[in-house]
T-cell receptor, first 113, second 114 residues
Framework: NAGVTQTPKFQVLKTGQSMTLQCAQD?????MSWYRQDPGMGLRLIHY???????DQGEVPNGYNVSRSTTEDFPLRLLSAAPSQTSVYFC????????????FGNGTRLTVT | DAKTTQPPSMDCAEGRAANLPCNHS???????VYWYRQIHSQGPQYIIH???NNETNEMASLIITEDRKSSTLILPHATLRDTAVYYC???????????????FGKGTKLSVKP
């Protein structure tokens, strides 16, 4: 089991460029989510999904799009990157029901210049 | 906003027990207490969770007060590798909509010293 895999590990973008952060899990988890973490702060929820075909917004969704066409994958898209989106992004998943804990990937460090 | 209050930082001597407190005075009946930690800039790691009974696993013990308004995470023999930010989070397990999301606060930065 690889768990939650995020790619790339590092990325530098120019303002206005677009890109997709990839997230895949091999645990057949129904729930997946994206967080961002800025220096000195805790994690803030961007978007989440409770199953294939279902997504919803978290605390800080502006500037990000998601889709969930399969159970395994939950990509995060930046349509027009801004310096304010410089951050570390974490993807996480858990089994859908009950008290199952959240499993996190190792993050993508994004810099927008 | 996070529903928990934690001290921003704590120190612990290597080999001693680390006791990390958490206040969650507004916790409701269907909310569990979860603890995670984050070492350097790695992804957060699950430690333990509980509802009202004390819980123990290979990593830690969780003590929840009888009124459920506070809890303590205990690392029985802290090592230098336990230096991390520890997050205490309450989460509803009836996760319709946003209730099941984990909302992180700023956590407690635990420094284990030789």
């Amino acid at each position: 089991n690889a768990g939650v895999t995020q790619t790339p590990k590092f990325q530098v973008l120019k303002t206005g460029q677009s890109m997709t952060l990839q997230c895949a899990q091999d645990m057949n988890h129904e729930y997946m989510s994206w967080y961002r973490q800025d220096p000195g702060m805790g994690l803030r929820l961007i978007h989440y999904s409770v199953g294939a075909g279902i997504t919803d917004q978290g605390e800080v969704p502006n500037g990000y799009n998601v889709s969930r066409s399969t159970t395994e994958d939950f990509p995060l898209r930046l349509l027009s990157a801004a310096p304010s989106q410089t951050s570390v992004y974490f993807c996480a998943s858990r089994a859908g029901q009950g008290v199952s804990p959240l499993h996190f990937g190792n993050g993508t460090r994004l810099t927008v210049t | 906003d996070a529903k928990t209050t934690q001290p921003p930082s704590m120190d612990c001597a290597e080999g001693r027990a680390a006791n990390l407190p958490c206040n969650h005075s507004t916790i409701s009946g269907n909310e569990y207490v979860y603890w995670y930690r984050q070492i350097h800039s790695q992804g957060p790691q699950y430690i333990i969770h509980g509802l009202k009974n004390n819980e123990t696993n290979e990593m830690a013990s969780l003590i929840i007060t009888e009124d459920r308004k506070s809890s303590t995470l205990i690392l029985p023999h802290a090592t230098l590798r336990d230096t991390a930010v520890y997050y205490c989070i309450v989460r509803s397990v009836n996760y319709g909509g946003s209730q099941g999301n984990l909302i992180f606060g700023k956590g407690t930065k635990l420094s284990v010293k030789p």
